[in-house]
């Protein structure tokens, strides 16, 4: 019925999973191009209670002027990108931010980041990957369709704040990878 639906919809958030993309090998099957997961950091404007202490204790963590910060939770809405990418120590000063303060108005995705271990060789070749993991140029643009997985939608459910319950963090959602590609180059040659 209605009441059951919105029930649902109000303790149910939907959050696209983002999958990492194949790996480019050479012919020997030496990495070119790997992508591993990281979390990307974001606000929502509408839950924050306090924006000069979050932007004091984000600043520093994050390397992001204060003002910045507070412009983006000023210019409100639901979801504000703070900073992509970030390392795993980063991660885990954010958490403890998140934890000392008990905020529901930070929260993580995690998206793919291209690596290339072997930095510029044969990058006309292999082309590279941009922010929002689409191929820009060579290889990753021509076989972009192959090389990128599947996005898929993923249901958490949350608490009254928004929160995620543990166990649907866990949920049987799983990552599809995308397809590896190996070329006839020689990473020696």
């Not at 983002?18 to 790997?34: C, F, H, K, T």
């Not at 003002?67 to 990418?85: C, E, H, P, S, T």
């Not at 249901?155 to 995308?178: A, Q």
């Amino acid at each position: 019925d209605q009441l059951t639906m919105k029930a649902k919809r109000q303790v149910e958030e939907s959050r696209t999973l983002q999958s990492p993309r194949g790996a480019i090998y050479d012919r020997n099957g030496r990495e070119l191009a790997v992508s591993i997961m990281v979390k990307s950091l974001y606000v929502d404007p509408e839950v924050v209670k306090d924006a000069e202490t979050l932007a004091a204790e984000l600043a520093p963590i994050l390397g992001i002027p204060e003002q910045d910060i507070k412009g983006r939770i000023a210019d409100g809405g639901r979801f504000v990108w703070l900073k992509r990418m970030l390392e795993p120590a980063i991660v885990e000063k954010v958490k403890a931010v998140i934890d000392k303060y008990n905020l529901n108005c930070l929260g993580f995705v995690e998206e793919s980041k291209r690596y290339y271990p072997n930095d510029s060789l044969a990058s006309q070749v292999i082309g590279f990957v941009g922010m929002d993991d689409i191929g820009l140029d060579g290889m990753e643009l021509s076989e972009d369709e192959m090389l990128k997985a599947k996005s898929s939608e993923q249901f958490l459910s949350t608490d009254t704040y928004g929160r995620p319950i543990f166990n649907s963090v866990f949920s049987k959602n799983k990552y599809e990878d995308g397809k590896d590609i190996y070329l006839t180059i020689d990473n020696n040659i």
